[in-house]
């Protein structure tokens, strides 16, 4: 057996378990833990059984296992950076509602010193 088909399994199951720990604590969601947890198990299956991504390949279509868990691993990377472009752009909105909110509330104040 090689090295990384000992490795990977046991960096995702540490993996799994920080997930399940920060969503005790909640600071990640169910649906977020339950993601990374199918795509780490994944990732654990292709390092013990190598030819599992040829079958897995097969069954969408695509020719060599490799492809197939460059394909997975790109669409993951892409659902991420949409993910956090959402997540940047509400705390924009968000910023920037709480510096008009600040803003309007020293106008008041520093015309209540005038008076």
Do not use: C, Q
């Amino acid at each position: 057996m090689l090295f990384y088909s000992i490795l990977f399994p046991i960096i995702s199951l540490i993996a799994i378990i920080w997930l399940l720990w920060r969503y005790l604590n909640e600071k990640d969601s169910l649906i977020t833990v339950i993601l990374w947890a199918v795509f780490l198990i994944i990732v654990s299956v292709f390092a013990i059984f190598p030819h599992a991504s040829t079958t897995f390949a097969k069954l969408f279509g695509i020719t060599r296992g490799l492809d197939f868990i460059i394909i997975i691993v790109f669409a993951v990377l892409v659902y991420t950076i949409f993910k956090l472009y959402y997540k940047i752009d509400k705390l924009e909105d968000n910023i920037n509602k709480i510096v008009k909110e600040v803003a309007l509330s020293n106008e008041i104040s520093l015309k209540d010193k005038e008076d």
